[in-house]
């Protein structure tokens, strides 16, 4: 007996130690990755999966009305992202949309024998100086009447709190603006009301802003944004890191790119790894290797993910004082990994010299120039 329950417990001990093996913040990156990857294929949205494709200059999502034109550039022309997505925002977001929102949304329609539509598609053109430029993108919840006509659109948001929300932001007006114009022409209906709701992700209190239709801000606001921003596209400019709003700054994914991160690095174009720079998030720069066939790691990236020379090849080390080129492997950079190595070359001659991997601009011609 007594030998029995020993090979039970041996037994349950080694299941044991291999649940425990399995139970892994990178397994349960891989198994999160996966069921993302397989969520996104099976609603429709198999886009979601890698990096997006590049929009015509004259295209605008009005959830992006009225933000950094440069931080929109930057996401347009997929630039490599250095922040991953905030997933649980988003995941919140959704649930607080179809648990709260939605059902409070259809207890007040139902008294006024209205009705709630989940979404909604518009897509309309506007006629501007820079010739017709269009809107595209999905309206959230809209109240509509019994042939389901939209009556009132409603914009839904959620914030980590509502302490100090006194008014709705000029950002979620813009997009709601958009929604009233676009659902107007594709209902004719002539729509000047809609709703902002706020809700908070701790509290699940609400505030809610009734918003109505501005022809000056539509005109002299939105849509001289919209033009400039596809001037800037049209004719290939980065537009200048000046925000509206200092705090879009904060939550920006292209802060290093753009010049406000910590590394001496400013106005990078969209195209290129940043040198030196190896914090990309391993789903970010997967995406961005992919979408770019002449894409190569930089030295710095090849030390932090060697896995990926095989596939995607990486850049040698440059000495600018001797012009000597080092591969990528013969080198390892400085503590942290960020810190560029030291040239041997130079330091055998008792010269002090940095390596450094090649630029955006250059890696998008292929090499150092
Ligand atoms: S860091 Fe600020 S200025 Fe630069 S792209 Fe991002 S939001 Fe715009």
């Known amino acids: 007996m007594v030998q029995e329950h020993n090979v039970q417990s041996t037994s349950e001990g080694n299941v044991q130690s291999e649940l425990i093996h399995e139970l892994t913040p990178t397994s349960y990156h891989e198994w999160y990755n996966r069921r993302k990857h397989r969520q996104n294929i099976e609603d429709g949205k198999p886009y979601f999966n890698g990096p997006g494709s590049i929009p015509e200059p004259t295209y605008h999502s009005p959830s992006k009305l009225l933000q950094c034109h440069r931080k929109v550039t930057y996401d347009q022309l997929n630039a490599p992202e250095e922040t991953s997505d905030p997933d649980g925002i988003f995941w919140v977001g959704t649930l607080f949309e179809e648990r709260i929102a939605f059902p409070f949304l259809r207890s007040v329609a139902s008294n006024a024998d209205a009705y709630v539509r989940r979404n909604d598609w518009i897509d309309f053109q506007v006629e501007t100086r820079v010739g017709e430029i269009q809107f595209t993108g999905s309206a959230d919840p809209v109240i509509v009447d019994e042939e389901s006509n939209p009556i009132l659109p409603t914009e839904i948001k959620t914030k980590s709190s509502l302490d100090h929300v006194s008014k709705s932001s000029r950002i979620h007006r813009a997009q709601l603006h958009a929604y009233m114009v676009g659902l107007s022409a594709k209902y004719d209906v002539e729509l000047t009301k809609g709703v902002i709701i706020y809700g908070c992700r701790k509290s699940l209190e609400v505030k809610i802003f009734h918003v109505e239709f501005d022809e000056a801000f539509w005109h002299d606001v939105v849509l001289e944004w919209a033009t400039n921003h596809t001037e800037y596209r049209l004719e290939e400019r980065l537009p200048p890191s000046n925000p509206e709003y200092g705090w879009e700054c904060n939550y920006c994914s292209f ?67 001797c012009e000597t080129s080092h591969p990528w492997d013969t080198v390892s950079p400085g503590k942290p990994t960020q810190t560029p190595p030291r040239c041997p070359d130079c330091s055998e001659k008792g010269r002090v010299s940095s390596l450094r991997g090649p630029s955006p601009l250059e890696q998008s011609r292929g090499g150092y120039q």
Not at 278 to 296: F, I, M, Q, V
């Open 255 to 321: 802060r290093e790119r753009c010049g406000r991160g910590s590394r001496p690095i400013s106005d990078s174009p969209s195209e290129g790894l940043l040198p030196n720079f190896t914090g990309y998030p391993r789903e970010k720069l997967l995406d961005y290797l992919d979408a770019n066939e002449d894409a190569r790691l930089t030295p710095s990236l090849a030390h932090a993910y060697p896995s990926f020379v095989d596939e995607y090849g990486a850049f040698d080390w440059l000495c600018e004082r």
